[in-house]
T-cell receptor, first 115, second 113 residues
Framework: DTGVSQDPRHKITKRGQNVTFRCDPI?????LYWYRQTLGQGPEFLTY????????KSRLLSDRFSAERPKGSFSTLEIQRTEQGDSAMYLC?????????????FGPGTRLTVL | AQSVTQPDIHITVSEGASLELRCNYS??????LFWYVQSPGQGLQLLLK??????LVQGIKGFEAEFKRSQSSFNLRKPSVHWSDAAEYFC???????????FGPGTSLSVIP
């Protein structure tokens, strides 16, 4: 168990550019979540997958955002036509049911800065 | 609406002193409850969790939390704080298994020597 990994750790881009982030969950975890965290705030839910199926999307996830998990393993989060308001830490988590409850394990995050 | 509140934005304690961080939740039924810690520039680390059973939960790094249904609270405690405990602490709740987690706004902890 190597933990949840995210790539890149930092991304600086210019407004209007597209960016893509990758998340590799803990192996055999079938649930994968994306959250966004802005400075001084707690993480906010964006979307989650069970295997390759995207089951829920937050209203925070505008049409410029798209997430995929094509083979039920790693996931990508793409932001098109980035805006300065997209600057945040993007966190990925994965989970597996244990002892009657769910525990999500978080990756280190990708910090996005839009200039 | 489901929510998690942390009344204290920032707390400062002396090293060796005791600590209590407050958390309240608003859910239709008792949710699953968590405490996470986040050091600067790092991801979230799970300290402890409550699903059911004993209302006093032990976690890592000497932390514990007590669930009080009557007060809709899940406060985090530590008897003696170390300088390395300085970080951001998040209380979180999940309505059911395999659901999204709702986080509180966080409490920033500073430790003075």
């Amino acid at each position: 168990d190597t933990g949840v990994s995210q790539d890149p750790r930092h991304k600086i881009t210019k407004r209007g550019q597209n960016v893509t982030f990758r998340c590799d969950p803990i192996s055999e975890h079938n649930r994968l979540y994306w959250y966004r965290q802005t400075l001084g705030q707690g993480p906010e839910f964006l979307t989650y997958f069970q295997n390759e199926a995207q089951l829920e999307k937050s209203r925070l996830l505008s049409d410029r955002f798209s997430a995929e998990r094509p083979k039920g393993s790693f996931s990508t989060l793409e932001i098109q036509r980035t805006e300065q308001g997209d600057s945040a830490m993007y966190l990925c988590a994965s989970s597996s049911l244990s002892e009657g409850g769910d525990t999500q394990y978080f990756g280190p995050g990708t910090r996005l800065t839009v200039l | 609406a489901q929510s998690v509140t942390q009344p204290d934005i920032h707390i400062t304690v002396s090293e060796g002193a005791s600590l209590e961080l407050r958390c309240n939740y608003s859910y239709g039924a008792t949710p699953y409850l968590f405490w996470y810690v986040q050091s600067p520039g790092q991801g979230l680390q799970l300290l402890l969790k409550y699903f059911s059973g004993d209302t006093l939960v032990q976690g890592i790094k000497g932390f514990e939390a007590e669930f009080k249904r009557s007060q809709s609270s899940f406060n985090l405690r530590k008897p003696s704080v170390h300088w390395s405990d300085a970080a951001e602490y998040f209380c979180a709740a999940e309505k059911t298994s395999y659901d999204k987690v709702i986080f509180g706004p966080g409490t920033s902890l500073s430790v003075i020597p």
